[in-house]
């Protein structure tokens, strides 16, 4: 996978986005996605739509994360399934080309 690490100007690390391209499906996965910094996720969602080798970008994230689906949901991701775990259900998303300049 190809992991990336943002850090700020005194070197402490501030987000992180780990992304595969998956070789037996013609997706790229964003595994997972990290920031603490205000409007570093976006920068870090964008980097991932740029590094992209499939045309479908896909994430998880947990049922019970509103913050996170809103998030996703304004820069364009939209959910394609559920997966309905024993403690935790799992929504899975794809990214649909929306301009990310929000």
């Known amino acids: 996978g190809n992991i990336h690490i943002e850090r700020n100007e005194q070197g ?14 013609p997706i790229s996965r964003i595994e997972e996605i990290c920031s603490v910094q205000r409007g ?38 939209v959910e394609v399934s559920r997966e309905h775990g024993k403690k935790v259900n799992n929504i899975t998303m794809h990214y649909g ?6």
């Open 40 to 77: 570093l996720g976006t920068k870090l969602i964008q980097r991932a739509i740029e590094q992209r080798i499939h045309p479908t970008l896909e994430l998880k994230v947990v049922e019970y994360n509103s913050n996170a689906i809103t998030f996703y949901q304004h820069r364009g991701f």
């Open 97 to 102: 080309g929306k301009n990310l300049e929000r």
């Open 12 to 25: 402490k690390i501030v987000g992180y986005l780990w992304l595969e391209n998956l070789k037996k499906k």
